[in-house]
């Protein structure tokens, strides 16, 4: 072997057993260096606001808030873990391990589940508060939404190793050469988590949002009409509130960007692994983490005075936890 095929493998001195380097365009390029990076310094940043926020304001202490507080740790995750690990993985030679390239497989794939939960969470918490307001504060409170955040992410921790046995217990299966990072999935296992990670939480999300649409659009109806008669068959008592209608729009438009984001990333996998493709609707599938946080800044005031304090250094004055911010 000559110079310069050795300076085409990840590992010149291991010869033929080392993978070789592979060349990318430059719109790979520009996705590698410039954008997927510039999304995980701006998924992780503002992330930790929303966390900060939720966490110090006393007033955001509601069972909805904790939902998205449960989604920005998930997002802050792929930002910490799975965008480095796609940027790394897509310089063609993987340096870690092969114990090293599972974990961060198994990681990535929780925060991935943990998100969709999530989501169905927060969608269930608005069919609720929409459907069904004069018994929402009954049926959802803090201890039963912290109880439901603490087994979706344990559903996610238990569903992920079931899918990943075989990658977790022997972390070199599936390698062809070294300096290789794949994460090989059993027929069974993918099918599993094809339903359980996206055909049966797309579902449910549909369906819910669905009847809340339908639900919203007929109290909106009720709210801004005068008649006496209208006002008998919808009393003022069973009807959600007009904050509770604003955060279903606010909240909608999340779940829609996540489906937006969410769905070709699933759609390619199943019509097979095609590596240019994928490699794009990943980084739409990582963008989405990084637009939440813009969605509740444009839609909830309260995230923008909280954003504001945090950044100003206000949240390190006595007492501030208690602050006035909705």
């Known amino acids: 072997m000559d110079t310069e095929d050795q300076l085409d493998l990840c590992f010149p001195q291991l010869g033929n057993i ?22 995980c310094i701006l998924t992780v940043l503002l992330n930790l606001l929303v966390i900060i926020s939720i966490s110090h304001f ?25 965008i480095p690990f796609v940027i790394t993985e897509s310089k063609s030679c993987w340096f870690l391990g092969d114990i ?3 974990l961060i497989n198994y990681l990535a794939l929780i925060c991935q589940s943990a998100s969709v939960g999530n989501m169905v969470l927060i969608s269930a918490d608005r069919f609720v508060a929409i459907c069904d307001p004069l018994h929402y504060t009954v049926k959802v409170t803090v201890k039963k939404t912290q109880l439901c955040i603490c087994l979706c992410w344990s559903a996610s921790v238990i569903h992920c190793g079931i ?30 988590d094809i339903i359980v990670n996206f055909l049966l939480p797309l579902g449910v999300i549909v369906i819910l949002y669905t009847r809340v649409f339908v639900v919203a659009v007929s109290q909106a109806i009720a709210m801004r009409s ?8 919808h ?7 007009k904050s509770e209608l604003k955060a279903a729009k606010t909240l909608g438009i999340v779940v829609l960007v996540f489906l937006i984001c969410f769905c070709p990333y699933n759609i390619v996998s199943l019509m097979g692994y095609h590596e240019n493709v994928m490699k794009y609707v990943s980084y739409l599938y990582g963008l989405n983490v990084c637009v939440n946080p813009l969605i509740y800044a444009m839609f909830y005031p309260c995230f923008r005075r909280a954003f504001g304090n945090i950044v100003t250094l206000r949240i390190l ?9 909705l």
């Not at 005068?226 to 068959?233: A, D, M, P, T």
């Open 163 to 192: 899918v990943l046995k075989d990658i977790l217990a022997h972390p070199e299966i599936g390698k062809t050469c070294l300096g290789e990072c794949v994460c090989p999935i059993d027929i069974i296992g993918g099918i599993l």
């Open 317 to 325: 004055q006595p007492g501030s936890c208690d602050a006035n911010i």
């Open 18 to 39: 080392s993978c070789r380097k592979t060349t990318s365009d430059w719109s790979q390029m520009f996705l590698f260096t410039v954008l997927l990076p510039t999304t």
């Open 226 to 233: 005068h008649n006496k008669c209208v006002e008998l068959q």
């Open 58 to 82: 006393r007033q955001l202490y509601t069972p909805t808030n904790f939902l998205l507080l449960s989604l920005a740790v998930s997002d802050i995750l792929v930002g910490l873990l799975g």
């Open 235 to 241: 009393p003022a008592p069973f009807r959600a509130k």
């Open 100 to 102: 090293a390239c599972s």
